[in-house]
């Protein structure tokens, strides 16, 4: 998907993330993106494959406070199934696992991470490997690119980076463009045990659902630690493959997001239409 489609209307999704309660209109959403309504509801349709007003009804209030109460049952299902070890999780094809503690301590001396900046569906991405897989996924906005691996590379400060896009370009096909049969995707997950108890969690939310940060508390026996699961999300290396952006507040707003919330808006809007995409070729 070409960056620039996405670039075209960051601006939109942004205006609606703030606005969805006063649901506005196309000519308001068009005109945060600086195009005309025809031109933004043929882009926008290019992008997701839906009108940017049907978009709008997968980011509102209500919409998320049902899928909040409908995601209860479906992650102790996913509990109870032990979607958690090395596998298939639900439809991203990956498997994960952790660094020793003595890797973490040593805070990634001796370890080699190559990395690349690639396009995506959802604007310019950071892709960095070790040889045991993939180790960090980051989104930037177009030319905040080196902020973005300045800000991964402080998650590694002893770890050599060499950049090879590439190598990491094979891995932004296999995560953007995913082919039937593909072999599982390997993920490293870097964290101390309370990350990667915070981020296994994530990894059982079903793409299109979402969580409360109470509920993620709760699935990894910590049911009074909300704050400090909200610090784990936010640690998070593997952003899209491991989905802290499907965890928003209880009341169904939307709520801190490394990389904006605009971006955020997008990722839920986009899962949440490719799954009613899929129900809907299914019926």
């Not at 709008?56 to 992650?75: G, I």
């Not at 001796?110 to 690349?116: F, Q, S, V």
């Not at 928003?248 to 990389?259: K, R, S, T, V």
Request: glycine fraction near 10%.
């Amino acid at each position: 998907m070409p960056m620039s489609l996405y670039s075209r209307i960051e601006a939109a999704l942004a205006m609606i993330a703030e606005n969805q309660a006063d649901q506005p209109g196309l000519d308001e959403m068009a005109a945060a993106a600086c195009m005309s309504p025809h031109h933004f509801q043929r882009t926008f349709r290019r992008w997701v494959g839906i009108s940017p007003t049907k978009f709008l009804q997968y980011l509102t209030l209500e919409r998320a406070k049902a899928s909040l109460a409908e995601n209860a049952s479906v992650m102790e299902a996913s509990w109870d199934a032990g979607l958690s070890g090395p596998g298939r999780l639900h439809d991203l094809c990956v498997t994960h696992e952790a660094v020793t503690p003595g890797d973490y301590k040593r805070r990634g001396a001796g370890l080699a991470i190559r990395y690349g900046i690639h396009d995506s569906p959802f604007g310019r991405c950071l892709l960095m490997a070790t040889d045991r897989g993939l180790c960090g996924l980051a989104f930037a906005a177009e030319g905040e690119e080196r902020a973005g691996l300045d800000n991964m590379r402080r998650r590694w400060p002893a770890a050599a980076f060499m950049e090879a896009p590439d190598e990491t370009a094979a891995l932004a096909g296999r995560i953007f463009e995913p082919k039937a049969g593909a072999p599982p995707l390997p993920l490293t997950l870097h964290g101390t045990n309370f990350q990667i108890r915070v981020w296994d969690a994530l990894l059982r939310i079903p793409p299109g659902a979402l969580a409360t940060y109470g509920d993620v508390a709760a699935a990894v026996g910590a049911p009074r630690a909300a704050r400090a699961v909200g610090a784990a999300i936010g640690r998070n290396p593997v952003s899209w493959l491991v989905p802290c952006h499907r965890v928003i507040l209880a009341n169904g707003y939307l709520h801190n997001y490394e990389w904006g919330l605009a971006r955020k808006a997008a990722l839920i809007g986009w899962e949440a239409a490719r799954g009613e995409e899929r129900r809907s070729a299914a019926a």
